[in-house]
T-cell receptor, first 108, second 116 residues
Framework: AQRVTQPEKLLSVFKGAPVELKCNYS??????LFWYVQYSRQRLQLLLR??SRESIKGFTADLNKGETSFHLKKPFAQEEDSAMYYC??????????FGTGTRLQVFP | GAVVSQHPSRVICKSGTSVKIECRSL??????MFWYRQFPKKSLMLMAT?????????EQGVEKDKFLINHASLTLSTLTVTSAHPEDSSFYIC????????????FGPGTRLTVT
């Protein structure tokens, strides 16, 4: 079955604390993973993708095929990081399957 | 670049009427567009894949006669909710994939539909 699991609905941290948003996937094919972010009253936008192996806004995510995970990490959270984060799995030729999302709250 | 617009942003209609939502890719061509439905505090549920010049592909459980999709050009896809009922009230989001390929999608701002 094709599935994306984000076990945490809400993650609250204080500014400067490390953050890890968990994402696990289930897919028999070669996975293509993404993290999308939705800031308050804004549209969903791509944060990063595993293929690029890049760091955006201090966030990184490493694909671990053994653990079927693609956790999103940031060493020092900022208040402006507060948003809804969705992990997504690319399946077939062009579809995305989204996890249920994790709301990150960063307190001052 | 890669901007997707939706119109209207918010619509209220009466039960039994039909509502059309437009999704446009403003600065790129999109042979494939997607329509999602987002329930409160839940994830995005893919409703259908809209292919330019051909019939849309609907996900399991989505009524194609109720949610009519037309993708007449490389920059426009429309979703028509026919004979709307209160349970159709939701947030509908479209996305577009650049013709260059890959899984990356660019999302519209969404349309809030309320059926009274």
């Amino acid at each position: 079955a094709q599935r994306v699991t984000q076990p945490e609905k809400l993650l609250s941290v204080f500014k400067g604390a490390p953050v890890e948003l968990k994402c696990n996937y289930s897919y028999s094919g070669s996975p293509e993973l993404f993290w999308y972010v939705q800031y308050s009253r804004q549209r969903l936008q791509l944060l990063l993708r595993h293929i690029s192996r890049e760091s955006i806004k201090g966030f990184t995510a490493d694909l671990n095929k053994g653990e079927t995970s693609f956790h999103l990490k940031k060493p020092f959270a900022q208040e402006e990081d507060s948003a809804m984060y969705y992990c997504a799995l690319g399946v077939d030729t062009d579809k995305l399957i989204f996890g249920t999302g994790t709301r990150l709250q960063v307190f001052p | 670049g890669a901007v997707v617009s939706q119109h209207p942003s918010r619509v209220i209609c009466k039960s039994g009427t039909s509502v059309k939502i437009e999704c446009r890719s403003l600065d790129f061509q999109a042979t494939t567009m997607f329509w999602y439905r987002q329930f409160p505090k839940k994830s995005l549920m893919l409703m259908a894949t809209s292919n330019e010049g051909s019939k849309a592909t609907y996900e399991q459980g989505v009524e194609k006669d109720k949610f009519l999709i037309n993708h007449a050009s490389l920059t426009l896809s429309t979703l028509t909710v026919t004979s709307a009922h209160p349970e159709d009230s939701s947030f509908y989001i479209c996305s577009a994939r650049d013709t260059e390929g890959g899984h990356e999608q660019y999302f519209g701002p969404g349309t809030r539909l309320t059926v009274t």
